[in-house]
C-alpha cells in the first residue's frame, strides 16, 4: 500500500496486513447515484451485507483531499447529506487531491484505488459503458478502460439499458476483460436479469470465480474481471416498462443538453421519478445482491490465496 496516498481505516490496515477478506465499496452511488436518506441507509446495509460474511468493507473516497480506504459511519453520513461533493472517476483523482475536494469515487477511481491498497475485489452497482450515439459523441466511460488496465475483480448487475450494451460488451473484448455472468448464461441489464447478450462465460459459484480469478492473474493477464450478477428475480423490473422509462429520460436529456459526467446522475434521478421510486427500490436490492456475491468471492480467494 502506498502509505503517502492512501489513508485507511485501523479495520482495513489491519485486514490487509492479516490477509482477511475485503470487498471495495465505491462512494459515487452515495454522492450521486441516489437520493438522501435513501443514500445513507444503503451504505450502511451494504457494509452490513459484508461483514455478516465475514469480509471487511472498504467504502473509498475523497474526503478533503485525502483518499480514504474504508470509512467511518459519520464520514458515510457526511457524504450522504453533501451537496458540493464531485464526481471523481481515476483521472481526477490527483487534481481532487490538489485541491482538497471531497469526491464521490467512480468505479474506475475505486478499481485503482482498490489495486493500490491491496484489496482484490469490489463490489458496486453497474458499471458504466458506450453511451447510445457513441459513434458521434465518443461518450464512452472510464470504467471500461480501467478494467482493460487495473486487476480487480467488479461484481456488478451488468450495465444498464441508458447504455448500449452490444456495444459495451464489445469493447470489453477489446480491453481482454473476461465476462462472467454468475448463475445465468445471458448478460444482465442491471433493472433487468437478461439484456439479450450472452456473456462470454458462465460460472455458478463464488469458489469458481476465485478460482478464475487466481488463475486470471497467474497467467500474467493485467486487466480486471466484470462478473455480472443479475438482479434477484423479485425486485426486477419489467423489460417493457423500464426500457420505455430510460428512453423517455434519455429523450428529455438530449432536449436539454444533458451529457458527460452529469448524464447518468440525471438519467437515475429522472428514471426514478418517472418510474415513481420503483427503479431506486430495484438498483438498492441489487447493489445489496452484489455485496454479498463480492463477500463471499472474498472469502472463497482469500482462502485460495492462504492455501
Partial sequence: MNASLLHPTEEVKAAIADGAPLVALESTIITHGMPYPANLEMARKVEAVIRAHGAVPATTAVVEGRIRVGLADREIETLAQAKDAVKASSRDLAASIVQGRSAGTTVSATMRIAALAGIDIFATGGVGGVHR???????????????????????????????????????????????????????????????????????????????????????????????????????????????????????????????????????????????????????????????????????????????
Fill in 133 to 307: 450515439g457513441a459513434e458521434a459523441t465518443f461518450d464512452i466511460s472510464a470504467d471500461l478502460t480501467e478494467l482493460g488496465q487495473t486487476a480487480t475483480t467488479v461484481v456488478c448487475a451488468g450495465v444498464k439499458s441508458i447504455l448500449d450494451i452490444p456495444k459495451t460488451l464489445e469493447f470489453l473484448e477489446t480491453q481482454r476483460v473476461p465476462v462472467i455472468a454468475y448463475g445465468s448464461d445471458d448478460f444482465p441489464a442491471f433493472y433487468t436479469r437478461s439484456s439479450g447478450c450472452k456473456a462470454d462465460h458462465r460460472l455458478d459459484t463464488p469458489e469458481e470465480i476465485a478460482r478464475a480469478m487466481r488463475l486470471h492473474r497467474e497467467l500474467g493477464s493485467g486487466t480486471g474481471i466484470l462478473v455480472a450478477n443479475p438482479i434477484p428475480e423479485a425486485a426486477a423490473l419489467d423489460p417493457a416498462f423500464i426500457d420505455g422509462t430510460i428512453a423517455e429520460a434519455v429523450a428529455e436529456a438530449t432536449v436539454r443538453g444533458i451529457g458527460r459526467k452529469e448524464l447518468t446522475p440525471f438519467l437515475l434521478a429522472r428514471i426514478n421519478e418517472l418510474s415513481n421510486g420503483a427503479s431506486l427500490q430495484a438498483n438498492i436490492a441489487l447493489v445489496l445482491n452484489n455485496a454479498d456475491l463480492a463477500a463471499r468471492i472474498a472469502v472463497a480467494f482469500a482462502r485460495l490465496k492462504r492455501e
